[in-house]
């Protein structure tokens, strides 16, 4: 049981390049989410999915896009890369959602940098 | 909008000293839910507790105690005889009502901790 999966681990990218952050889980969870982290700051949320087909945005979707095709796996799409973006990006999974007695697994994280 | 704020950006303590963080949140919703997460070193995100809006009892596990005050919409955490194990980043967040229920979390911006040997 492996958990919550992020690929890759590091990455710098160009402005103007793209790039999709991968994301699995292995626990069979209806509920994902992308994070972004900045340096000194809390977590704000990118993007969400309640299950496979169904997504929403969070605080800061600007510049990402995501798609749900599958139970597992929820990834985050880079369009243009900006310096803006450079940031820690986790990707958490949760059984039910956070309002129920089921917390959210979070990934390792990807470091991302834009140069 | 939803909000928590931890007003303690850093924190240093002598080992086995106590030591509590402050959360406090706004919200208008009369269903929520609170969390604490830890992010050591490591970078990783690890859950520590969960309580819901209607359960404002204290909990306490091993040296962590939380006190979940509604009037004051805090809800804090401490450490008691703190170890060098204890050295991270804490959030508190807040379960934030969407257009599906009530599936996404607000993070405060986190406390650094760190315990000095």
């Known amino acids: 049981n492996a958990g919550v999966t992020q690929t890759p681990k590091f990455r710098i990218l160009k402005i103007g390049q793209s790039m999709t952050l991968q994301c699995t889980q292995d626990?069979?969870?209806?509920?994902m989410y992308w994070y972004r982290q900045d340096p000194g700051m809390g977590l704000k949320l990118i993007y969400y999915?309640?299950?496979?087909?169904?997504?929403d945005k969070g605080e800061v979707p600007n510049g990402y896009n995501v798609s749900r095709s599958t139970t597992e796996d929820f990834p985050l799409r880079l369009e243009l890369a900006a310096p803006s973006q450079t940031s820690v990006y986790f990707c958490?999974?949760?059984?039910?959602?956070?309002?129920?007695?089921?917390?959210?697994?979070f990934g390792n994280g990807t470091r991302l940098t834009v140069t | 909008a939803q909000k928590v704020t931890q007003a303690q950006t850093e924190i240093s303590v002598v080992e086995k000293e106590d030591v509590t963080l402050d959360c406090v949140y706004e919200?208008?919703?009369?269903?929520?839910?609170l969390f604490w997460y830890k992010q050591p070193p490591s970078g990783e995100l690890v859950f520590l507790i969960r309580r819901n809006s209607f359960d404002e009892q204290n909990e306490i596990s091993g040296r962590y105690s939380w006190n979940f005050q509604k009037s004051t919409s805090s809800f804090n955490f401490t450490i008691t005889a703190s170890q060098v194990v204890d050295s991270a980043v804490y959030f508190c967040a807040l379960s934030e009502r969407s257009n599906f229920g009530n599936e996404k979390l607000t993070f405060g911006t986190g406390t650094r901790l760190t315990i000095i040997p």
């Open positions: 999915s309640v299950g496979a087909g169904i997504t």
């Open positions: 958490a999974s949760s059984d039910t959602g956070p309002g129920s007695n089921s917390p959210l697994h």
């Open positions: 626990m069979n969870h209806n509920y």
């Open positions: 919200t208008r919703d009369t269903t929520y839910y």
